[in-house]
């Protein structure tokens, strides 16, 4: 085999590889915004931290109806036909619009309830959600140019734009916890999406152009049908996901007490940033992939092609990191959260298992099998909070991360059942 031509040619690896410098500089950067938080404001700040972060994860969403994943797939589809594309971002513009007006009603006039929902009766944090009524325009431009990176499997300037948006916001979010404490860290990471979008700005907008023509874009809703039937279905997962996290730190608050959920956060955060490894690939890559893939071999030979290449990394990775997770919380964190070594045994094995099943379940995307989408996306967010409630009795926090481990397990075995057609038997068109 000729090695760099190998390499030249597998958009997987390429992706991968790009990804993985993305992950190191992430990570450096990372070690000094979780250390100062850890410092600054501590577990319970932290716990703040995660709940603003769930909400905004909702909002980046919702800012263009939940419709990212059926923009890629579009836009991978009608890359070479500049009418289509003009009547894609048309729509999507819609989109965006009415999302931002319904959030900006939403998010000022509704800040007393939502602060008290999301950071409980002792905290004042209103202003928070009056600023993100008016970051809201700033998150849907940035999901519609992050579409179009991913459509386009541009992984060489999403690399940039990722490593710059990095740096800054740990410049921001460390300034502003020293200068405001909580209230600090709150408003920085609410600032991130203004960050993003200049970046864009600054790096993108060459590449952007021959894609997006601002000047032909009009209320054009051919694509509504086609977009809406992605809409549903991820407003409806990353709602209870974001839900889902909210409701678990307050379950540990009440059961054990908030530093705990300060320590479950902080768990989480370092499993979110060693499977930053291999986020990138689902919608640079898979999505683009499987949705033009047209029958069950082609799907089996694909899946199998990304376990062979991605799983050996990523079962080495995760051993290193369980072997060195003691340094690991020391560098992230101060003493006060050594506790959580015994967590990383429970979390990593759920992590390796909802990679693998990822992988297969991302089908039901890219072949806009709502239906299933959306029963298995529930099911794992409601098995979730029934185990954690279970397991929180028996174990403490440590039953989180149990619980963890056994919803993706059987996350793994309904997906597996519902696509099992597309692995045994004769060939069929998908």
Not at 198 to 227: C, D, E, V
Not at 274 to 293: D, G, N
Request: proline fraction near 2%.
């Amino acid at each position: 085999m000729n090695l760099p031509s190998f390499i030249k040619n597998n958009l997987l690896l390429k992706v991968t590889s790009a990804n993985t410098i993305v992950v190191f500089i992430r990570m450096v950067f990372s070690v000094i915004t979780q250390k100062a938080l850890a410092i600054l404001i501590g577990a319970e700040g932290i716990a703040l931290v995660g709940n603003l972060k769930n909400v905004i994860s909702f909002l980046e969403q919702f800012s263009i109806l939940g419709t990212s994943n059926g923009i890629i797939k579009y836009i991978a589809e009608f890359k070479e036909d500049k009418t289509q594309l003009n009547n894609l971002f048309s729509t999507t513009f819609v989109f965006a619009t009415l999302a931002s007006i319904v959030s900006f009603l939403i998010l000022f006039f509704a800040s007393e309830t939502l602060n008290e929902l999301i950071f409980g009766l002792n905290n004042d944090y209103v202003f928070i959600f009056k600023v993100l009524a008016f970051i809201m325009p700033f998150m849907a431009l940035n999901a519609i140019l992050y579409a179009l990176l991913n459509g386009l499997s541009a992984y060489k300037l999403y690399t940039k734009l990722t490593l710059l948006t990095i740096i800054i916001s740990t410049v921001l979010i460390v300034y502003f916890t020293l200068k405001f404490n909580v209230k600090g860290s709150l408003l920085a990471i609410s600032l991130i999406p203004i960050i993003q979008f200049l970046t864009y700005i600054i790096l993108f907008r060459n590449s952007y152009r021959p894609y997006i023509n601002l000047k032909s874009i009009s209320f054009n809703l051919s694509f509504k049908s086609k977009l809406l039937s992605y809409s549903f279905m991820m407003i409806v997962v990353i709602f209870f996901i974001n839900v889902t996290d909210v409701a678990i730190r307050n379950l540990i608050e009440k059961e054990v007490g908030i530093a705990d959920a300060g320590y479950w956060t902080a768990m989480t955060s370092i499993s979110k940033t060693y499977m930053q490894f291999s986020a990138a690939v689902f919608p640079l890559y898979i999505l683009p992939r499987y949705s033009k893939i047209t029958n069950t071999i082609d799907f089996r030979n694909e899946v199998l092609k990304i376990y062979k290449m991605l799983l050996p990394f990523i079962v080495v990775g995760m051993l290193l990191v369980f072997f060195l997770r003691d340094l690991i919380i020391q560098l992230l964190y101060t003493d006060e959260f050594l506790s959580i070594g015994s967590f990383f045994k429970w979390q990593l094995l759920g992590d390796l298992v909802k990679f693998i099943a990822i992988v297969i379940s991302y089908q039901f995307l890219a072949k806009k099998q709502i239906g299933y989408f959306i029963f298995t996306e529930l099911l794992s967010v409601l098995l979730f909070y029934a185990f954690s409630e279970y397991f929180i009795g028996l174990y403490g926090t440590e039953g989180i991360v149990i619980a963890h481990l056994v919803r993706y397990i059987i996350y793994f075995i309904v997906v597996l059942y519902i696509l099992r057609n597309n692995f045994f038997g004769m060939i069929k068109v998908l």
